[in-house]
């Protein structure tokens, strides 16, 4: 069975195509390395042995989308990663995320809904709940206005999903991850932030390894136990099999709604403070850090509630904060040396 991976060479979507080959899926890569690089598929042979088909396109082109989908009609589903993800960028440039995380959807729905049927993934993110009410988030907690272009084009992502379902024979399921972090075990396919990473993780492991001089904490001044804002750090080998568990079910026929929405998480709660803890226990380094001002857009907490994946999905996160973070490290020493 053929399975589209828009993005497919990222962070998630690689970790993401190396559990589908192991399931025994064919793959089929576009991406068109904004973010990543054609490297990656050599991770994904070193540990599948198996190369997917790679296409360089950019989905905004809707030609292009076209011309893929009439030549790959065996595509029966798709997992859609390719978006771009930075918050700080978005609300500097909201255009580019506007075209590049909205048209690029439509032009592959509106390819899905000529077909007889279609399995439909959505790679959407916990920013949607924005500060959320009550914790763990569960689901079925409100949508708030969203706090970035980014987290807006998730929201608008998940509305035109769902609409376009109501009317195709598309079925789809939602995924809202909630902060991926860490690398495959082999360390042959790993995060590769762009520039200065944003994310927490890569900034540690690259201060870790000396990229970096020290760690900027943004604020411990928080409503938390120990004053820093707290996260729920899911392992993207964890997150990766949870779409492969998502596809199965949709191929399966056992989604009764023709949209369905998962929290991926690992249920537990983890500080900034606690990171670090966590990455020098693991590391045996001593993490050079500052606490600074608060960083604007930040939320004070989120971390999920994985009732329903457990329990509807069949899927459970299995692995540690400290799995995760010996595996980033093990990954940042490796493309250092
Ligand atoms: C985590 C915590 C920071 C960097 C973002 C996106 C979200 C998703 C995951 C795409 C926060 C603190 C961070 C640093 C720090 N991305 N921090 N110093 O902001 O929870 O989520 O990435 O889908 O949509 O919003 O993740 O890793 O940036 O920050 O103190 O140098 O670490 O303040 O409390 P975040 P993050």
Redesign the pocket.
Known sequence: MKILVTGGLGFIGSHTVVELQNEGFDVVIIDNLSNSSENVLDGIVAITGKKPIFENLDLREKAAVQNFFARHADVSGVIHFAAS?A?NESVENPLLYYENNINALVYILQELQKKESANFIF?S???VYGEADQMPITEDAPVKPAL?P??NT?QIGEEIITETCKVSNIRSILLR????IGAHASAEIGELPNGV?????P??TQTGIGMRQQ?????DDYPTPDG????DYIHVVDLAKAHVVALQRLIGGKNLDRVETFNLGTGTGSS?LE?IQTFEKVSGKTLPYQIVG??E???IS?YANTDKANDVLGWKAKLTLEEGLASAWKWEQKIRS
């Open positions: 993800k918050v790679s993110s916990c920013t970035s980014y987290g998730k991850y909630f902060n991926p990473p944003q994310n927490l993780v900034f540690i760690l900027s904490v943004y604020g820093t804002c707290i996260r900034v990171v608060r960083r857009g930040d939320i989120a």
